[in-house]
């Protein structure tokens, strides 16, 4: 069978995973089915909002399922034959009875350089740590979390001024671009991978809304700007300004400004982070100006 005409069910869910499937729909790969997670509430209105792969698959007559347990997908799968599994972006753990439906397995592509930054948050870690780089990782999927054999890597170079949103645009276009190339050779069984060095694994964990917080006794000014960065999406980075709690947009880090305002905040390394934009209580986004001469007056 020529590669992409073998049936390929696709798992995902984030905008990622949108621009992964959109490729290889475009590319002529034989999508057949998309598991993604079940309709959600969303925003102040909680209105009911579907995955955006959804939406994708729907446009193109691909058959969906949404299982509440992954269990649910096992009949879905099987009426397939012989398919392989695309999972990008999925937000759930595949347990190996899944994996064992598919042939050659499922192909997983991971916005990090593995083994560095196993987890669900590498996007936000590479900028939080200020890396060089950073890059996508095409592998195969196994039960224990990102650690299967990686078939490619590409490097992505960072310039230090990246948003979050920013890098997962970059690491979108590049990976879907790289997983479309490369899908060929691994479904034909032409290309081999790689074992990971497990003892160069690094982790990143799943964010939470407090760790949005500053701290400006606890952090160095360069490290409360990385984190209005990378946080940028989720879980937003906050900061208490004359008893309003804010979240904050964009900012720079200073030694010290000629004239000191209150949105100029020393950290514990005797640096400043200078606010230039941010985002009310009241949901209102502001530049550092008119929060000056409006709410601080």
Same mark, same amino acid.
Not at 161 to 179: F, Q, R, V
Not at 263 to 281: A, E, N
């Given at each position: 069978? /020529? ?165 997962? /645009? ?47 006794? /606890? ?79």
């Amino acid at each position: 069978m /020529e590669s992409r005409k073998k049936p390929i069910i696709f798992f995902g869910t984030e905008e990622f995973s949108a621009v992964a499937l959109d490729k290889l729909i475009k590319d002529g790969y034989n999508i057949v089915g998309v598991i993604t997670k079940p309709d959600s509430k969303k925003g102040r209105g909680q209105k009911i909002s579907m995955p955006k792969v959804k939406e994708i698959a729907l446009q193109h007559k691909i058959q969906v399922l949404q299982p509440q347990k992954m269990s649910g997908a096992v009949e879905f799968i099987q009426q397939f034959d012989q398919p392989a599994g695309v999972l990008v972006s999925f937000g759930r753990i595949i347990p190996q009875r899944i994996i064992d439906l598919f042939t050659p397995g499922i192909i997983n592509l991971h916005p990090s350089l593995l083994p560095k930054y196993r987890g669900p948050s590498p996007i936000e870690t590479a900028i939080l740590n200020g890396d060089a780089e950073t890059g996508i990782s095409i592998m195969q999927l196994s039960a224990k979390m990102d650690a299967g054999p990686v078939y490619y890597q590409e490097t992505i170079p960072l310039s230090g001024d990246e948003k979050s949103s920013d890098l997962y /645009e970059t690491t979108a276009k590049i990976g879907s671009e790289a997983l479309s190339n490369v899908l060929p050779a691994i479904l034909s069984g032409k290309m081999s991978a790689n074992t990971q060095n497990d003892t160069k694994a690094t982790y990143c964990k799943l964010l939470s809304k407090n760790d949005g917080l500053l701290d400006q006794h /606890e952090m160095t000014a360069d490290e409360a700007e990385r984190r209005v960065r990378a946080y940028e999406i989720f879980p937003k980075t906050k900061l208490g300004i004359d008893n309003f709690l804010c979240i904050i947009t964009e900012a720079s880090v200073t030694n010290k400004p000629e004239q000191t305002t209150p949105l100029d905040i020393k950290f514990k390394d005797g640096r400043y982070l200078s606010i230039r934009t941010l985002i009310t209580p009241n949901g209102k986004q502001t530049d550092a100006k008119s929060f000056l001469n409006g709410y601080l007056k």
